[in-house]
């Protein structure tokens, strides 16, 4: 299986918005609302901000929000910080009970 | 506070078979709101799915991965396993080991913080 395709990075400054797309098939991100977006600071273990497309865990800001269209999915974040400055990838479960995760996309705080 | 831990060898040779653990505390392995995973991440690379077991043995494979990769579990240990044949420079990565939510949401809410295997001779 393929990864998920992402842009390989993106950029804002601070208190803008940024999105970053997640793009599948008809077989993963457009089969089901189960995917989820993670953060990963250098050298850190990833952190899931958003599952099942949209929703939050308990402790993450509300500045990040996800969608999902057709076959991609999306991560904005809202009210850029410095400290949003991180690798982000996304994830689906797929129609032949499998995980697969984005190439990833790092953001940069200019 | 549960957490996972992963343990084995940092260096394998090619054409070996490696094996992790990831032992789970402050929690149970049994719960059945839970699934337990693994993933790698190749240095400078993105993350990859291995695979995922359920505390009755059900496992789930990466079909890239399948034909190479073992997962099991034990309970009476808090634990769960992989195994990984055949290893080459390409299996070079950070394993973590994490807790992946059940009840098919199918993400990881809780990671333990790798451990760099290195294939070389």
């Known amino acids: 299986q393929s990864a998920l395709t992402q842009p390989p990075s993106v950029s804002g400054s601070p208190g803008q918005s940024v999105t970053i797309s997640c793009t599948g098939t008809s077989s993963d991100v457009g089969s089901h609302n189960r995917v989820s977006w993670y953060q990963q600071p250098p050298g850190t273990a990833p952190k899931v901000m958003i599952y099942d497309v949209s929703n939050r865990p308990s402790g993450v800001p509300d500045r990040f929000s996800g969608s999902k269209s057709d076959n991609t999915a999306s991560l904005t974040i809202s009210g850029l910080q410095a400290e949003d400055e991180a690798d982000y990838y996304c994830s689906s479960h797929t129609s032949s009970d499998t995980l697969m995760f984005g190439g990833g996309t790092k953001l940069t705080v200019l | 506070q549960l957490q996972l831990q992963e343990s084995g060898p940092g260096l394998v040779k090619p054409s070996e078979t490696l094996s992790l653990t990831c032992t789970v505390s402050?929690?149970?392995?049994?719960?059945?709101?839970?699934?337990w995973g693994w993933i790698r991440q190749p240095p400078g690379k993105g993350l990859e799915w291995i695979g995922t077991i359920y505390y009755n043995g059900k496992t789930y494979y990466n079909p890239s991965l399948k034909s190479r990769v073992t997962i099991s579990v034990d309970t009476s240990k808090s634990q769960f396993s992989l195994k990984l044949s055949s290893v080459t420079a390409t299996d070079t990565a950070v394993y973590s080991c994490a807790r992946q939510v059940g009840w098919g949401h199918w993400y990881f809410d809780l990671w333990g913080r790798g451990t760099l295997v290195t294939v070389s001779s």
């Open positions: 402050g929690g149970s392995i049994s719960n059945t709101n839970y699934y």
